[in-house]
């Protein structure tokens, strides 16, 4: 009879990146954690997932009747109510992402306390969530384009690239909010406020064009702008062509990614100690 094999579990060296032979050996927990999260949320609603579509369909009819009607904020061309959901739905899974990753540590920590898995799972899954409804509420986008007879760009294939690209962006800001609330249970505290104030200078409700030159350069230093202005361009064909807004929206995702998670592995081997102490 063969002996049963020994696992030994040790703590991993400081600053390290990922490794991503270990998340691949851990990738049926991430889609199970997923999976759960998804039932959970829609769990005893009366319509379910269609929550994923009426939650922006009520923000642009506001948005539309508001900056749309009574403001009458340029749309590039295209109609308000498309122009508009076309920014609000990578803009609300980047939101997501930052309000329920940040949390997700302390939401698992009965899980985190006594089964060993690599901890970064924990907000992955819950920005795959995200993504996912971002994913489904697209469909009420294609809707809108049909009703309103948009035609559909031919660079609609960076379309992918614009959701891997607001992942990483959403990603690496979580790595470093949800190792930062196990320590500091104020930071969740202060999603709510850094998410309004990121709307207002993220190009959702109104175009880039409207923007003064000179205060382009720092428009673009925000990753989200690159995002959502070539998201509308892969799909209408208007708008600034990716160019320099997205080579600085994809170097700056990269900076916030790799330092956010270098961040987390650094903090993750003092998570049960923080967690069983309550924060600070």
Do not use: C, H
């Not at 002996?3 to 600053?15: E, L, Q, V, Y």
């Not at 990922?18 to 999260?37: G, K, N």
């Not at 971002?134 to 809108?144: C, E, G, H, Q």
């Amino acid at each position: 009879m063969s002996a049963k094999p020994i696992f030994k579990i040790r703590p991993s060296s400081a600053w390290r990146f990922l490794d991503f032979s270990e998340l691949w050996a851990y990738r049926e927990l991430v889609y199970f954690l997923t999976w759960r999260d998804i039932k959970v949320r829609y769990k005893q609603t009366a319509i379910g997932i269609a929550w994923t579509v009426l939650q922006p369909l009520a923000l642009v009819t506001v948005f539309t009747l508001l900056f749309g009607r009574l403001v009458q904020v340029s749309s590039d061309g295209i109609p308000y109510p498309v122009f508009v959901l076309a920014g609000l739905l990578p803009w609300q899974a980047f939101s997501r992402i930052l309000s329920e990753s940040s949390n997700s540590l302390i939401t698992d920590q009965r899980l985190i306390s006594r089964v060993y898995f690599p901890r970064i799972i924990v907000p992955l899954a819950s920005s795959l969530v995200a993504t996912f409804d971002l994913l489904v509420s697209t469909i009420l986008l294609f809707a809108l384009m049909f009703v309103y007879a948009v035609t559909l760009s031919p660079f609609v294939v960076w379309l992918p690239v614009m959701v891997l690209l607001m992942l990483i962006s959403g990603l690496g800001i979580a790595f470093w909010l949800s190792a930062l609330n196990v320590e500091y249970r104020d930071v969740v505290y202060t999603i709510p406020f850094l998410t309004q104030l990121w709307f207002f200078v993220t190009p959702v409700v109104y175009p880039m064009s409207l923007i003064p030159e000179r205060w382009r350069f720092l428009y673009r230093l925000n990753p989200m702008t690159g995002v959502v202005e070539t998201f509308r361009w892969s799909l209408f064909g208007t708008g600034e062509a990716p160019g320099l807004m997205l080579v600085v929206s994809l170097l700056v995702s990269a900076a916030i990614f790799t330092t956010g998670t270098i961040w987390f592995r650094n903090r993750e081997r003092t998570f049960i100690d923080a967690i069983g102490s309550g924060g600070r």
